[in-house]
């Protein structure tokens, strides 16, 4: 009979695995950690750490040097930019793109 294994659109779940003897399979889980042991989580090795704290403080640093430069924009006139401006925005264009590519 065909949709036989469908009722009301859900499907019945599959049948447990079965030996040749036609007793269910007995299902191996992975061993507990011996007594006094606890797994640990897989974690970063210190280098990888030490880059995410670089890269978390550099990020620190740019959100800080934008907000000066824009007060510094905005102490500027419409039609001028003064060389201080300037070298910031360098500054910055700079500390992006070493936290961009991750050189030193």
Do not use: F, W, Y
Request: aromatic content about 0%; overall charge neutral.
């Amino acid at each position: 009979m065909a949709g036989a294994g469908l009722l009301r659109g859900h499907a019945q779940s599959a049948p447990a695995p079965t030996t040749a003897a036609g007793a269910p399979e007995k299902v191996v889980s992975a061993p507990a950690p011996a007594a006094g042991q606890q797994e640990k989580p897989p974690t970063g090795n210190a280098a990888d750490e030490t880059q995410k704290q670089q890269i978390a403080s550099d990020c620190a640093d740019l959100l800080k040097m934008a907000a000066d430069l824009k007060s510094a924009v905005d102490k500027t006139t419409k039609d001028t930019l003064s060389l201080t401006v300037v070298r910031k925005a360098s500054e910055i264009e700079q500390l992006a793109h070493k936290v961009r590519t991750g050189s030193p």
